[in-house]
């Protein structure tokens, strides 16, 4: 009988525990929700961003705030797990009342928020990049990475340049691998590349020989294509040398970070990818409209983090300043108002491109704001 | 098509060594004391970290693996001194729970202390691929395979012709006849740990090299070693090793001739295969409890 | 005799109570959410700990029913069409198939081998649904329409919350029955001693068979149900990692004790969103208290505190 009733009291003290753990504060502030993979296999995507929401969310209320209201920013990592994703983004919607979220670092965590988003109705700028974000346009949702698609097609043309037609993929079981190789098979097709080989690897293996070695075996291939994002490529990498393969080596934007080439090491020389101007931000042309806001960015990430910049701490920024700046332009946080304002940026000089967004095209950036860059003795070079 | 097997061969052999070192670090553990200390990944774990993080900022990289492996063990007697004796007549899935804490605990803990990014560590003689009958072989698998085959070799030397070794594996055969001959079995338990962490630690540097090194690398590798422990049959120190060998190379021979996707499936499907058919795994006892 | 029936209706009053009272403390959905999560998981353990508490057999792959029971109600609805109560069904009958196929011979098994055994299943069935991407969305899951009985969708916390307060109750009810019965008896004997029970004529075998059976019915259910309510699973809900969290929440909240398994897992539910406060240190804290709790009150959470009060009971 006891028993019973102190399960009772057990229960009881628990769930109140829980209540007050979850409480949340007050007033004016402009709060910004952030839902990153800082840790696990995305980490390296997901612990830029984090810093950079903090930082600029700091810098931004030094000087100041948004029309004098102040940004209070409640950042949760999912750890790269796409349920925990949810459920923190329920949290975030129902418990911590956030007017804009920020984040879903990887397309599983922000395809598992975006049934959330929708029927809480706040606006939710992702930071990850299959195309299947934006299309079919999602009212409340936006992305500011570069798609998979994008990226397909930009390697597809680099292909073309150097007069290379069959091509090898190996995709990661990822939900961005998995895009990226449906993407690349319809966007293979377009340009009149052949697929000649078509092998998957898993985001936390540590060795994909097997795969390599299948392709190495494969005389018809011409080039290799990696679609994954954070350490799996690099491990795909260092393999790909060790098994002495010679072809061009391509990877996709989910790579763009100097953490893919300090991991793959000298491995990594001679790989191209495209990416964000920013990598290569004193590499631009005076002329381009990006420079100086790259520039900038640059000098104040490294400043404050002692390590180099990455296209993932882009993405967070622009994210967080498109947000910041539809809120200046809707005049306050009124949900719908700045879903509005958000889908209304246009010509928005950001990191990854100049983002013109519209009602059919909630990511604004064209494929001139891609790059293709080369790992040249250990850093980015941009490929004319 | 030689070459094709060979490759696998080699890259099977390659991990197969740190599940035969992680394998032999449950055996010493289990026969020490009952307890299967899941907690051993974290061991490899810690090796592999410290090595990796004590390099980057110049130490030496024999003084970090000695300095990783004297961490470890430090965190094995730890983990033996206060979490596993205070616990020793509690039921099995008591003690499994508890090794299981202990390997949460560690992680986080490693987290903390190292941060939640990938560590590389250099190769330990240089990246360029040996050409080899046609395959290709890392010159740090050279070193896995070196540095576990004498590992393992001094433990069987350890066992057989020291006092405290030969202490050790009295204890496993008979706790009670142990002690009344005036050996010290809680002193045996803790070197048990403490041993069984330095395997671990050893093989966690030498494979970081080639599998980067990060906080969650010990869960997989730790739970291998296990089925290996258990296919050898547990508390069988040579079998231990045996049974890391097969599941290495049967992994890298299911990867590249059936299916690269379901390589960690291959171990598993082997344990059950064995639990079924052979239960004390390949050389261990006959008779098991049965009802 | 009279006292027992007491025992249980009260212990049961109390559950039903608290069901019925909580949504007043509950105030937004995150916090029902949050709750419901808590049912789910208990359900699980309700039937958990009668094979681990009363049987006294160890799984440690308990997951992978949750996991097939939330994608046979995810695949079937979303890509056959099939009708979501017919999927929840379906599959709690392939896993009771599933789960009588591999207790015969495993259950032959003791302690750590037993251990390996239902870890190695668990871990299969958790990588199969991973890479089976085709059909299962592989690694990072896929979407499950909510679901529908009767023409009439269930949708959104406040009725899931009731969906899992009525599922939880009768859970815990047939669970008191079955420890009252005869087969629970048998499995006290079992548990006890085994050969004692053989000898006395106690069909061993047939009874661990029926309680794992049973057990991973349970947890299959609450799979298809949770998968309807969350509308995404992923095979992390089937990995190595949830089948030792459900062991914890048993061995925590005391094995042999239904209502002890009931706490442990709200307790353990709660936890890590407690935890999120601490950011960094969390996994240190989870991992700390899981070792401390094992250490100092081996028998479980609410065996330990009932010791500490004079016991009406005692024989």
């Known amino acids: 009988m006891r028993i019973r009733l102190l399960s009772t009291v057990a229960a009881v003290v628990g769930l109140t525990l829980g209540a007050v753990a979850g409480a949340a504060s007050a007033a004016d502030p402009i709060k910004v929700g952030a839902i990153i993979s800082a840790t696990g296999p995305a980490s390296f995507l997901g612990d830029p961003e984090k810093k950079v929401l903090e930082l600029y969310a700091d810098r931004v209320n030094q000087a100041g705030g948004v029309a004098g209201r102040p940004v209070q920013l409640t950042v949760y990592d999912d750890g790269g797990a796409a349920d925990k994703a949810a459920s923190f983004t329920k949290r975030l919607i129902e418990s911590d009342k956030v007017d804009v979220i920020v984040g879903g670092t990887t397309t599983a965590a922000t395809m598992a928020a975006v049934p959330l988003v929708e029927r809480g109705e706040v606006p939710f700028i992702s930071l990850a990049g299959a195309v299947v974000i934006v299309e079919p346009v999602k009212k409340w949702v936006f992305k500011t990475p570069h798609t998979d698609r994008m990226a397909a097609e930009k390697v597809m043309d680099d292909l073309k340049k150097r007069g290379l037609t069959k091509l090898a993929l190996v995709s990661e079981d990822s939900g961005f691998g998995k895009s990226g190789r449906e993407q690349t098979l319809a966007v293979a097709k377009e340009r009149g590349i052949e697929l000649v080989a078509d092998e998957t690897y898993g985001a936390k293996d540590t060795d994909v020989t097997a795969q390599l070695t299948k392709i190495r075996n494969n005389a018809a291939a011409q080039a290799v294509l990696v679609f994954g994002l954070g350490q799996g490529p690099a491990v795909v990498t260092k393999n790909y040398r060790q098994l002495g393969i010679t072809l061009p080596l391509y990877q996709s934007h989910g790579v763009a970070s100097k953490e893919y080439i300090r991991l793959a090491g000298g491995a990594a020389e001679g790989v191209r990818l495209p990416a964000a101007g920013l990598v290569v931000a004193s590499q631009l042309a005076d002329s381009d409209p990006q420079k100086k806001v790259v520039v900038e960015f640059t000098k104040v990430y490294e400043e404050a983090f002692s390590s180099e910049v990455s296209t993932f701490a882009g993405h967070a920024y622009d994210g967080l300043m498109i947000a910041l700046d539809a809120v200046k332009r809707a005049g306050g946080t009124d949900k719908a108002k700045l879903r509005d304002a958000i889908e209304q940026t246009k010509g928005y000089v950001g990191t990854g491109g100049i983002v013109t967004m519209s009602a059919k095209d909630h990511m604004g950036l064209s494929l001139d704001a891609f790059h293709m860059v080369e790992v040249k003795q250990g850093d980015w070079a941009l490929v004319k | 098509m030689f070459a094709e097997l060979l490759q696998y061969m080699l890259s099977g052999l390659t991990i197969g060594a740190i599940y035969a070192l992680a394998g032999l670090g449950f055996s010493i553990i289990y026969n020490a004391s009952h307890v299967i200390n899941f907690a051993q990944g974290e061991f490899i774990m810690i090796g592999g970290m410290a090595s990796a993080t004590l390099t980057a900022s110049g130490v030496p990289l024999p003084l970090a693996i000695l300095i990783g492996c004297g961490g470890a063990m430090l965190v094995g007697v730890a983990v033996a001194k206060f979490a596993v004796e205070r616990a020793r007549d509690a039921s099995t899935v008591t003690l499994i729970i508890i090794t299981i804490g202990a390997s949460i605990f560690l992680r986080g803990l490693a987290e903390l202390v190292w941060g939640k990014d990938f560590k590389r560590l250099d190769a330990f003689s240089g990246e360029t691929p040996i050409q080899f009958l046609g395959a290709s072989m890392q010159p740090q698998s050279l070193w896995v395979v070196g540095c576990a085959g004498v590992l393992i070799v001094a433990i069987g030397l350890f066992f057989n012709k020291t006092l405290t070794g030969k202490a050790m594996l009295a204890t496993s055969h008979n706790r009670l006849a142990a002690q009344l001959v005036g050996i010290d079995v809680k002193r045996v338990v803790l070197a048990s740990f403490a041993l069984s962490a330095a395997l671990g630690a050893v093989g966690g540097a030498v494979v970081a090299p080639i599998t980067f090194s990060y906080t969650e690398m010990g869960i997989m590798l730790g739970l291998k070693g296990f089925t290996a422990a258990v296919l050898g049959g547990l508390g069988h120190g040579p079998g231990a090793v045996a049974g890391g060998l097969i599941v290495g190379v049967a992994e890298a021979l299911g990867a590249g001739y059936i299916s690269s996707a379901y390589k960690d499936a291959v171990a598993f499907v082997i344990i059950l295969a064995v639990l079924l058919f052979m239960p004390n795994g390949l050389f261990g006892k006959r008779g098991a409890e049965r009802v | ?315």
């Open chain 3, 1 to 315: 005799m009279n006292r027992i029936l007491h025992g249980r209706l009260t212990g049961l009053a109390v559950l039903g109570a608290i069901i019925a009272v909580l949504p007043v403390f509950l105030t937004n959905n995150f916090y029902l959410d949050v709750a419901i999560l808590a049912g789910f998981n208990a359900v699980v353990c309700v039937g958990l700990n009668l094979l681990i508490g009363y049987a006294g057999q160890i799984s440690l792959g308990h997951a992978g029913f949750f996991g097939i029971g939330a994608y046979a109600s995810g695949v079937l609805v979303g890509v056959y069409g099939w009708p979501p109560i017919a999927a929840l069904l379906a599959g709690a009958v392939f896993v009771g198939v599933l789960a009588f196929a591999v207790a015969k011979p495993i259950l032959r098994l003791k302690g750590h081998y037993l251990a390996m055994a239902t870890l190695g299943i668990g871990i299969i069935v958790s990588i199969v649904l991973r890479t089976e991407s085709g059909l299962t969305g592989g690694p990072d899951g896929m979407m499950v329409e909510p679901f529908k009985i009767f023409g009439v969708e269930l949708y959104g916390e406040k009725i899931w919350y009731w969906v899992v307060g009525v599922l939880l109750f009768v859970v815990v009810w047939l669970s008191l029955n079955l420890i009252d019965s005869p087969m629970g008896r048998a499995l006290r004997a079992v548990h006890g001693s085994e050969v004692a029970a053989e000898v006395v004529g106690v069909d061993t075998a047939r009874f661990k068979v029926m309680v794992f059976v049973l057990s991973a019915v349970f947890a299959s259910v609450a799979g298809s149900l949770f998968a309807h309510y969350a509308g995404l699973i992923t095979p992390a809900k089937a990995d190595f990692f949830k089948s030792i969290e459900l062991v914890t929440m048993v061995v925590f909240g005391g094995m042999a004790s239904t209502f002890g398994a009931v706490v442990g897992a709200v307790v353990l539910t709660l936890l890590p969103q407690a935890l999120t406060v601490f950011q960094d240190y969390q996994q240190i804290v989870l991992g700390a208290i899981l070792m401390a709790t094992m250490v100092f009150m081996p028998k479980g959470l609410l065996p330990t505190l009932a010791g500490f009060l004079p016991s009406r009971r005692r024989a």
